[in-house]
């Protein structure tokens, strides 16, 4: 299990419930999508888990380390190089000799490979996304928390992320695990499982493609080509 939500509420100051006695379960490493209405709880629920916001009732229970990735990487990325953005996500008590070939090994693992000095301004959406990814990775995150990664994006760059975090999240050694937020119904087809929430309630995963034919059936009398 990697991460645990049982009967988890978190109201605002307004007296609104964002989240109401709210049930997850992430059993395992992979790909997990959610969906759901604007208004629904998804950032809330994102920042709960980070340890942002502070539930009121309810117990979370997580075994790794999360990181969040916003939909604008502007909003995270901080200082002017790849390489030196790196430094600053990199965990404590590491030996300073080991930093550039672990900045250059993570770059590589995001397909950055030689961007160490490469400036900010001179990313893409998709390299900062991705960039972004390399972070949470170097971070030592266990669980990435993408908060709709890919609403910039171009349709084939969407689709150039998604691989890489399906990736990433099935690979043999250290898979890591992805609670993924789309409105995109074309992405549900790369998850683990997928979930739709509600008014501050999450529904039990489904097969990705369950879900989007249930969200988008096929009219009456027309097959799937
Ligand atoms: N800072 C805030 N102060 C008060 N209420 C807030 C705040 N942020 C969000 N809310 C409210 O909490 C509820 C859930 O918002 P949240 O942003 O979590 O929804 P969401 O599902 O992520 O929506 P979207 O798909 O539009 O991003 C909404 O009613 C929203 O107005």
Same mark, same amino acid.
């Given at each position: 299990m990697v991460l645990r939500l049982e009967q988890v509420s978190f109201s605002w100051p307004s007296g609104h419930n !964002?989240?109401?006695?709210?049930?997850?379960?992430v059993p395992k490493p992979g790909l997990? &999508?959610? +969906?759901?209405?604007?208004?629904?709880?998804?950032?809330?629920?994102?920042?709960?888990?980070?340890?942002?916001?502070k539930h009121q009732s309810g117990c979370i229970t997580c075994t790794s380390k999360t990181a969040l990735v916003f939909?604008? *990487?502007d909003h995270q990325l901080l200082l002017p190089t790849c390489g030196s953005? +790196?430094?600053?996500? &990199? *965990?404590?008590?590491?030996v300073p000799d080991t930093y550039q070939y672990i900045i250059d090994r993570t770059l590589s693992m995001v397909g950055l490979e030689g961007f160490a000095e490469r400036p900010l301004y001179s990313l893409?959406?998709?390299?900062?996304?991705? +960039?972004?990814?390399a972070g949470a990775i170097l971070s030592e995150a266990g669980l990435l928390l993408l908060d709709e990664p890919s609403a910039f994006l171009d349709p084939e760059t969407q689709n150039d992320l998604l691989e890489l975090v399906s990736s990433l999240c099935n690979r043999n050694k250290f898979p890591l695990t !992805?609670?993924?937020?789309?409105?995109?119904?074309e992405e549900l087809d790369?998850?683990?499982?997928a !979930?739709?929430?509600?008014?501050?309630?999450?529904s039990n995963w489904i097969e990705g493609n369950q879900l989007r034919m249930q969200l988008n059936p096929l009219p009456f009398g027309q097959v799937k080509g």
């Open positions: !964002a989240l109401w006695k709210c049930n997850l379960i997990w &999508m959610l +969906l759901g209405k604007n208004g629904s709880g998804k950032s809330t629920l994102f920042r709960v888990v980070k340890g942002l916001l939909q604008n *990487p953005d +790196l430094r600053l996500q &990199m *965990p404590a008590g590491l893409s959406g998709g390299q900062k996304q991705r +960039l972004a990814i !992805a609670l993924w937020i789309t409105h995109r119904l790369a998850c683990t499982g !979930a739709m929430m509600e008014k501050g309630q999450i």
